[in-house]
């Protein structure tokens, strides 16, 4: 009989967790138990699985005795304190937070780009930041067929990934604003309906932000070009659900744009949408609720010798987030990884 894994979601109330419970139990993940868990305040409310109700547990150090896998989507902090712990009890974690991605023990994983990188899981298996998978899924393909010489991006991303906040602020500001009342801002710094903030997470030193960062480290350390050009401008926009990207691709060799669509309608995750002609293309509204990214507007950078402007479009919270996790766990059970290989990598 096939194995059956006892499987814990850390986060499990949250925008993220909610959607990684019904991506597990949509593609029949092979559960023997699925463990609810999240804060205190949530302790006892119920969370759907399927058809059933599971009640949800606190995440404490003690959470993990007996689990093979935990899916992380409660926070840095809380994925920098408690995914240890699991490693520690023997629980292999998929990590949707930002606290592990960069750690040279910890692959970080796109299963269409390099489920490869999983043979050498310690434990805990980070997964990329949204607008960084959905962009690395495209660029793939065009790097195997034409190198690449350097990525600019600018995203447009939807308000679900902040978490249930973003949405609760967006959909309470639209409110607001239709009834002539004021509007409140607490999770951004200005109000978002109707607006567009040029400002995600924190400026750093540099003047980018934390999540202009993250693409550029993260797609380099994802496609194993350490010296890669990337720079990235990142944008939060009045969508709930979908993050939309203008990609500008500098490649090695000639690739047209036609050999480009050719090139992704092959590739795996990947759907063109490139019909200008009958006004097709991605759109937010379009790519929610779906599992592949779509592509479209495919053309050639006329400015440059070997370069392709792409809109990229996918949801945040599935193949950014929620899906991405779960296939890495399928990977995990196909290449028979469910195991923690020595419990004490991650306690120092
Ligand atoms: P809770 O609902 O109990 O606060 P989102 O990203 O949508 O804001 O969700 C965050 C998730 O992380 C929620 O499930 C939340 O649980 C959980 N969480 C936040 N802080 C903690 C914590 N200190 N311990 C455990 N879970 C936490």
């Known amino acids: 009989m096939d194995k059956k894994y006892k499987v814990a979601v850390a986060g499990a109330t949250g925008a993220v967790g909610r959607e990684m419970l019904k991506t597990l ?36 150090e003690d959470s ?20 240890p712990c699991a490693a520690h009890s023997g629980c292999v974690v998929i990590d949707n937070s930002s606290a592990w991605r960069m750690d040279p023990r910890c692959p970080l994983v796109v299963p269409e780009v390099n489920a490869q990188a ?16 959905q962009m690395v899924v495209v660029l793939k393909p065009i790097l195997d067929a034409a190198g690449l010489e350097r990525v600019v991006v600018s995203t447009y991303q939807a308000v679900s990934g ?26 951004y710094p200005h109000r978002i309906a109707f607006n567009i903030l040029p400002h995600i997470d924190v400026f750093l030193e540099n003047e980018y932000t934390r999540e ?30 979908g993050h939309s990207e203008s990609v500008n691709v500098e490649t090695a060799r000639k690739l047209t744009a036609r050999d480009c669509r050719a090139l992704l309608a092959r590739a795996p995750g990947v759907r063109v949408i490139d019909n200008p002609a009958e006004n097709l293309y991605p759109l937010a509204i379009d790519a929610a609720g779906e599992d592949d990214t779509f592509v479209g507007r495919i053309r050639e950078d006329e ?41 004490n990598v991650f306690m120092d």
């Open 118 to 133: 999983l043979r050498d899981q310690k434990g805990i298996i980070a997964n990329p930041n949204c607008s960084t998978i």
């Open 162 to 187: 902040t978490g249930q906040k973003g949405i609760e602020e967006l959909e309470r500001q639209v409110r607001d604003l239709f009834n002539g009342r004021d509007t409140e801002n607490s999770v």
């Open 64 to 83: 993990f005795a007996g689990i093979d896998l935990a899916l992380f989507s409660a926070g840095g902090s809380v994925s920098e304190k408690f995914a």
């Open 25 to 60: 139990y949509e593609r029949n993940f092979p559960v023997s138990e699925v463990i609810p868990l999240a804060s205190a305040r949530s302790a006892g409310n119920a969370v759907p699985f399927g058809d059933e109700e599971l009640t949800v547990r606190e995440l404490k």
């Open 212 to 241: 202009e960062m993250k693409m550029v480290n993260e797609t380099r350390k994802i496609l194993s070009m350490p010296d890669l050009r990337v720079t990235a401008t990142c944008a939060r926009v009045p969508v709930f659900y």
């Open 303 to 343: 400015s440059i010798e070997n370069g392709l402007n792409m809109w990229i479009v996918a949801d945040n919270l599935r193949k950014g987030a929620a899906l991405n996790a779960v296939q890495i766990a399928e990977e995990l059970v196909k290449m028979d990884l469910v195991r923690v290989p020595d419990r």
